[in-house]
């Protein structure tokens, strides 16, 4: 457990739609985990920030961004895009297993603890946020 497990934090990295961006997200998020003293979840929340700011970034023409917040012992992750459509709902697994692409929530399903989407809007921009949970067991 880090030192200050009951304090929460949250941070935004807003990202331009670019395939780099996705390498950034993952690094960021490295970053912040390992400042706060997570490093056991590092390995399996880049996995999903990965899928979910790549879905953001790939079917989406606009901008994204990446949120992180911890809260009670939980990591959220979540990618923003300005598109207000929800996902893709992710594949069976024995479906998941054949293919080269589209395994992505596939994945943040299997891995996370929770996930899900919401649309939103604020201050007239519209979009959604997808997110997934971990658990930080002690």
Do not use: F
């Not at 949250?10 to 706060?36: G, K, M």
């Not at 009670?72 to 992710?90: M, N, T």
Request: neutral net charge; proline residues 9%; hydrophobic residues 45%.
């Amino acid at each position: 457990m880090p030192e200050n497990a009951n304090e929460s934090w949250e941070y935004c990295l807003y990202i331009p739609n670019d395939p780099r961006a996705v390498t950034i997200s993952r690094r960021t998020l490295r970053l912040i985990l390992t400042a706060h003293g997570l490093i056991r979840l590092v390995d399996t929340a880049e996995l999903l920030a990965t899928e979910l700011v790549s879905n953001a970034v790939r079917h989406t023409k606009g901008p994204a961004a990446l949120r992180v917040r911890w809260s009670a012992g939980v990591l959220r992750i979540g990618a923003w895009d300005a598109d207000p459509g929800p996902p893709e709902p992710p594949l069976p697994p024995e479906q998941v297993a054949q293919l080269e692409e589209g395994r992505g929530l596939a994945l943040v399903r299997a891995c996370a603890d929770l996930w899900g989407w919401q649309p939103l809007t604020r201050g007239g921009s519209r979009g959604k946020v997808v997110w997934c949970e971990l658990a930080a067991a002690a």
